[in-house]
């Protein structure tokens, strides 16, 4: 594995359906983010994660929960998913979670749900 | 919250045509400003950022400009090539809560005519 990426590339869910999108990065980066893009409206941070164990709520988190076991890996839930989580869905991780570090995404996921 | 806003939403220039995206910020807190250029159905990518301690900064035909007092940057690609086209978003970066909060324009798809 070489930087961050993205497990599925795409999926198509029936609402109701709960489904987990996985990141995993090797950088050894502390700093963890999800981020949902939608036409118009720019990338949106869902949930972040500063350091390994620890869980943060970003701007539209609600409707997904995540979990930050260990450094590398920080997968994002959808317990129920409905219509409105139709969206690209980015990973991005980051040296440091003080502010002026560069974040890097993963490939996204593509995600629709019918 | 940061509020980030972004001209123009689209951009059409000639190839060799110098291209130019402005955005505004509203919290003067922020301190790292990051650009991004996202092709289609890729992942967004970091071209150039500025940290608030410079005013400005150039990679090769890329430079970014920050006026702090007026809480406005813009980026600037000059002799502009087609593999140029893409989305470019720029954001706001501050350390807000105990994590990173990256504030990101809406994009400007950029189109550049061969």
């Known amino acids: 594995i070489a930087g961050i990426t993205q497990a599925p590339t795409s999926q198509i869910l029936a609402a109701g359906r709960r489904m987990t999108l996985r990141c995993t990065q090797d950088?050894?980066?502390?700093?963890m983010y999800w981020y949902r893009q939608d036409l118009g409206l720019g990338l949106r941070l869902i949930h972040y994660s500063n350091t390994a164990g620890t869980t943060g709520k970003g701007e539209v988190p609600d409707g997904y929960s995540v979990s930050r076991a260990n450094t590398d890996d920080f997968p994002l839930t959808l317990a129920s998913a409905v219509p409105s989580q139709t969206s690209v869905y980015f990973c991005?991780?980051?040296?440091?979670?003080?502010?002026?570090?560069?974040?890097?995404f993963g490939p996204g996921t593509r995600l629709t749900v019918l | 919250g940061e509020n980030v806003e972004q001209h123009p939403s689209t951009l059409s220039v000639q190839e060799g045509d110098s291209a130019v995206i402005k955005c505004t910020y509203s919290?003067?807190?922020?301190?790292?400003f990051p650009w991004y250029k996202q092709e289609l159905g890729k992942r967004p990518q970091l071209i150039i950022d500025i940290r608030s301690n410079v005013g400005e900064k150039k990679d090769q035909r890329i430079a970014v400009t920050l006026n702090k007092t007026a809480k406005h940057f813009s980026l600037h690609i000059t002799e502009t090539q087609p593999e140029d086209s893409a989305v470019y978003f720029c954001?706001?970066?501050?350390?807000?809560?105990?994590?990173?909060?990256?504030?990101f324009g809406t994009g400007t798809k950029l189109q550049v005519i061969p």
């Open positions: 919290d003067s807190a922020s301190n790292y």
């Open positions: 954001a706001a970066s501050i350390r807000s809560g105990g994590y990173q909060k990256v504030t």
């Open positions: 950088m050894r980066h502390n700093a």
């Open positions: 991005a991780s980051s040296d440091s979670p003080l502010g002026t570090d560069t974040q890097y």
